[in-house]
């Protein structure tokens, strides 16, 4: 709080003008800081507060990969394409997207599943980079501290005031009526005049969205019919609704000034391509089965349903509640209709693992590993499976396998921690103590992280790789804000 030289004078001025000047000014203080902090959260500290108790992250390769698919020609488009911008799916079912920074676009799994097309999807992930590009976190940071700087500046005019009601006599009751109105006023001021700016920004991103979209030969009508379920959503509210107290523009006011930009666009009726589609509805097909109850499942895609969507879902559904032999039968029906699709392997090894029938899951998993390319976290999977299967022969398979998928992704402490069994298997004690040292600070486990860095720098000889990878772990400090820090 930029105050150190203003708060001595302030507050011995309010002693001297008696307690409840000073009682007022607190409480206007606290909530002018109050105010700050909530327009603060939506544009900065939302992933924060998401990653501390709120909905977790899915990993799944391909929805990972159509979604890099979706925001690679936009992101080219907006100047991107060598910033490395992810695209992180949130386990929430209502619709929305947001950016926390300038290298991560989060996108809810409701808003996959609601997206009845790819289209709709991108114009979400084309408005999204818009504000990524725009530079409007940084902004919007510095419109937060010019709104603190200004809030001050109006509380302080307001004790001026206040001061001068003091000297004429005027008592406490009415003193302190007179200076929260007073306060009040100004803040209200400064929170429309924020919010008013982040209209701004979402207009600009909208402006920016339909930039990109044409650059890629794609149209924005996704986008105006994802307002339009907003603006369905807001009819009931809209008519008591203030709309200079929202950050985001009402959609009624969006559709209106997208719609002209869209319309003009020689790409407005292009329709995405039907193998874009199919793989949209496949994905869609995925999160209901991996998300919903069987009886939901059911009723999205019943029996009649014999696309490949709806026997994707209810195979999912199927191992997910118990009925592996047959979600089995199925995902081999599926493959018998796509035997190039490597996700239908990786979804068999899946089931299978999980049923605990390890030594079935490898021959399909190895399969998808080759027809991805060696997706890491297909490749995990695998590396897990040769671990749980119990077979000797499969250790060095393992360890290579979960090697190369901690390379690819050192973030994934399951990963860590199979490998971690693998080379506990072979002998390799040093290997397996700084691998399970990964896992626990893939999981946030810092003390016992360090603490196994150090038993396996002790195993290595002092100044080789493993020894320097264990000492760098020993000696990492992790963030104060960290959870777990005993």
């Known amino acids: 709080m930029p105050m150190p030289s203003s708060s001595p004078s302030l507050l011995s001025f309010a002693c001297a003008s008696g307690r ?22 939506p544009v900065v500290a939302v992933a924060q507060e998401q990653a501390r108790k709120g909905p977790s992250t899915i990993r799944d390769t391909e929805i990972e990969a ?24 949130i386990s929430e079912r209502s619709f929305n997207a947001f950016v926390a920074d300038g290298k991560r676009i989060f996108v809810n799994t409701g808003a996959l599943v609601d997206s009845t097309t790819p289209n709709q999807i991108i114009g979400v992930l084309a408005h999204e980079t818009g504000h990524i590009a725009g530079g409007h976190l940084a902004r919007m940071r510095e419109q937060l501290a010019g709104a603190q700087t200004m809030a001050i500046v109006a509380m302080l005019m307001a004790a001026g005031g206040m001061a001068a009601g003091a000297a004429g006599g005027m008592n406490g009751r009415d003193l302190g009526n007179v200076g929260g109105a007073a306060m009040s006023a100004p803040q209200e001021l400064i929170r429309r005049s924020l ?7 979402e207009a600009a991103a909208d402006r920016s969205a339909v930039k990109y979209l044409d650059a890629t030969h794609q149209s924005a009508k996704g986008m105006l019919e994802t307002f339009q379920r907003f603006q369905n959503d807001q009819l009931f509210i809209s008519q008591r609704v203030d709309p200079y107290s929202l950050s985001h523009p009402m959609a009624r006011e969006r559709i209106a000034a997208l719609e002209q930009l869209a319309k003009a666009s020689p790409y407005y009726e292009t ?24 009886e939901t499942v059911a009723r999205r895609y019943p029996a009649s349903d014999t696309s490949m969507a709806a026997q994707y879902a209810r195979a999912i559904s199927a191992y997910r509640f118990g009925n592996v032999n047959g979600s089995v039968a199925q995902i081999d029906a599926l493959i018998a209709r796509d035997p190039a699709n490597p996700y ?18 490898v021959p399909p998993l190895r399969k998808a590993v080759t027809m991805t390319n060696g997706a890491p976290l297909i490749r995990s999977m695998l590396g897990q499976a040769l671990v749980q299967a119990g077979n000797p022969s499969y250790t060095q398979e393992a360890i290579r396998e979960l090697v190369q998928a901690t390379q690819r ?28 040292a990964q896992s626990s600070f893939a999981e946030g486990e810092f003390k016992l992280g360090r603490e196994l860095a150090a038993r396996a720098r002790q195993r290595f000889p002092q100044g080789s790789p493993g020894w320097l990878q264990a000492d760098d772990l020993v000696n990492f400090k992790p963030p104060k804000s960290a959870a777990n820090q005993r």
């Open 20 to 41: 409840v000047l000073a009682r007022v000014l607190a409480r206007v203080l606290a909530r002018v800081l109050c105010l700050v902090a909530a327009v603060a959260l």
């Open 66 to 89: 159509l979604l890099r698919d979706y925001t690679r020609p936009i992101l080219k488009s907006a100047g991107l394409g060598q910033q490395n911008v992810e695209v992180v799916l």
């Open 195 to 201: 919010l008013n700016y982040q209209r701004g920004e």
């Open 271 to 294: 329709k995405d391509p039907p193998a874009l589609q199919a793989r949209h509805d496949m994905m869609r097909a995925k999160l209901i089965g991996f998300m919903e109850r069987p």
């Open 344 to 361: 239908f392997y990786e979804l068999k090894g899946q089931a299978l693992l999980e049923a605990g029938r390890a030594a079935e899951s």
């Open 409 to 436: 992704d050192p973030n994934s402490a399951s990963a860590w921690r199979s490998l971690s069994l693998a080379y506990g298997r072979s002998g390799d004690l040093a290997n397996a103590d700084l691998a399970a």
